[in-house]
């Protein structure tokens, strides 16, 4: 059978992109629907415009550490209106960038999304197109608690909250994970009342609790107010507030309320069964190789449910496409990537590997090599005390997991989930030099306090005198 083209992608996220343009460089002839805008979710309302606020917000709680200076006085257009700064970041990205690596795409943008015929085809904009492999990159959407009051009273997601105005004078934020967190403390720092109400025990209930309980104490130092442990009984909303009621009885009052409570699958009017492809609540099913029931169809990125990291969703999309070129003994096992995660709160919360909480669950024995900022003369010296580094382990040194918690650990944690990767020990570690001094030498400590812990027996101290006097 003729196609139209080698390959159809539905969606240019992340893992539409790498996907998009991989094939597009090896010579493919590749084919693009985007119902949105090139970038997707992590592009348009993710990770860049809320890395950007952060910064924004970084900037001006700097400022407001110094009294004798007046913030309104000052020529700082970016704090004064972030919104508008991030919307023209965005809109230069998006056609001086983004556009330009679509050159050999033929591509449908804005124009609603497309829907299966069947495995080899789709209907996109009126236009019936056929491909020899079709890639599903659809992503999600904010998923919204079932509370009275909540869907009716149109609160704020990750989806329109940078496209606001103004920065409200009071924000009550549902959630506590990485969205929640990073959104709290930004929108504390640019001046809102913020309040976080989360059902769990403490924020960041998936990460280590460590990192979440010191996130906890900078969060609250900075005058957010944390509500764990509740849950929502009620909104309601009135022209200009929102009034949350939670099941403890606790009332708060906001002017604007962001729902941060996770993400769900939106699979509407792709109608996946007309092309056999299997999918449930929790995702589109893939097998190790990321192809769907239907094998020329693959779905990649957070809408098969597996990580909802834009990272792992670039990194799916070219697994995915090398797998569709590569004969079945040679294919690659997108399970057996690890996956790096950092949230970019100040501090920043960084970890690959398996959790402390995980080696229990599967009553794996493990020792905890920690090495902290405030130990560090750097850090001291560069006023960087808040933090640490901290490996799980086994005795011979095989390395389990990681945490890194303080100034750098997106950067520095890239180095751990290589070594997990290649099976390296933290032999590995402490002879690889780093640069001194940074913030990643503390990696290099915590080899070496891996290695003193060797030391300690008064066997392996009689075996060390023996063999520095032969």
């Known amino acids: 059978m003729k196609y139209d083209y080698d390959l159809i992608c539905i969606g240019l996220g992340p893992a539409g992109m790498a996907v998009s343009i991989m094939g597009s460089e090896m010579g493919l002839k590749v084919f693009a629907v985007e119902k949105h805008k090139i970038g997707g979710e992590c592009m348009n309302c993710g990770c860049i415009p809320s890395k950007a606020l952060l910064k924004i917000a970084e900037h001006r709680y700097s400022v407001s550490k110094f009294p004798a200076l007046q913030l309104e006085k000052l020529h700082l257009p970016a704090v004064q209106k972030p919104f508008a700064k991030i919307a023209a970041d965005l809109q230069f990205i998006g056609e001086k960038k983004n556009k330009k690596m679509f050159d050999k795409v033929d591509l449908i943008l804005g124009k609603g999304s497309a829907k299966f015929i069947n495995r080899h085809t789709v209907e996109a904009d009126g236009r019936k197109l056929t491909a020899r492999y079709i890639f599903a990159a659809v992503g999600t959407k904010p998923a919204i608690l079932q509370v009275p009051g909540l869907h009716t009273s149109c609160p704020?997601?990750?989806?329109n909250i940078f496209s606001l105005k103004e920065v409200p004078e009071s924000l009550t934020i549902l959630g506590g994970g990485a969205i929640a967190c990073e959104m709290a403390q930004a929108f504390c720092r640019l001046g809102s009342?913020?309040?976080?109400?989360?059902?769990?025990?403490?924020?960041?209930?998936?990460?280590?609790q460590k990192a979440a309980i010191l996130l906890e104490k900078q969060l609250r130092k900075e005058g957010i107010t944390l509500l764990t442990g509740n849950l929502l009984e009620k909104v309601e909303k009135t022209e200009d507030t929102y009034k949350i009621t939670t099941k403890s009885?606790?009332?708060i009052e906001s002017e604007k309320l962001l729902a941060a409570t996770g993400r769900g699958m939106d699979f509407n009017g792709l109608q996946l069964e007309n092309a056999g492809i299997k999918y449930d609540s929790k995702g589109i099913k893939v097998n190790k190789y990321l192809q769907t029931s239907a094998r020329n169809i693959f779905a990649v990125g957070d809408c098969n449910g597996f990580h909802q990291f834009s990272h792992a969703a670039m990194h799916q999309g070219m697994i995915a496409l090398l797998n569709a070129m590569t004969p079945i003994g040679f294919k690659k096992d997108f399970r057996k990537f690890v996956v790096p995660a950092t949230i970019f709160t100040d501090p920043q919360i960084s970890q690959v590997g398996m959790t402390e909480i995980q080696l229990q669950q599967k009553n794996i024995k493990y020792e905890t090599h920690t090495a902290e900022y405030q130990d560090y003369g750097a850090a001291i010296a560069e006023e960087l005390k808040t933090g640490f580094v901290k490996a799980f382990t086994s005795p011979l040194g095989k390395i389990y997991g990681v945490v890194?918690?303080?100034?750098?650990s997106g950067e520095m944690i890239n180095e751990w989930a290589l070594a997990i990767q290649k099976n390296m020990r933290l032999t590995e570690i402490m002879f690889l030099q780093h640069s001194f001094p940074t913030m990643g030498f503390l990696s290099k400590r915590v080899s070496e306090n891996w290695m003193m812990r060797r030391m300690q027996p008064a066997w392996v101290k009689s075996l060390c005198r023996l063999a520095f006097r032969l």
């Open 193 to 208: 009342k913020v309040t976080l109400i989360q059902r769990s025990k403490y924020i960041l209930s998936r990460n280590d």
């Open 249 to 251: 009885g606790k009332i």
């Open 156 to 159: 704020l997601t990750n989806e």
């Open 404 to 408: 890194i918690v303080g100034n750098g």
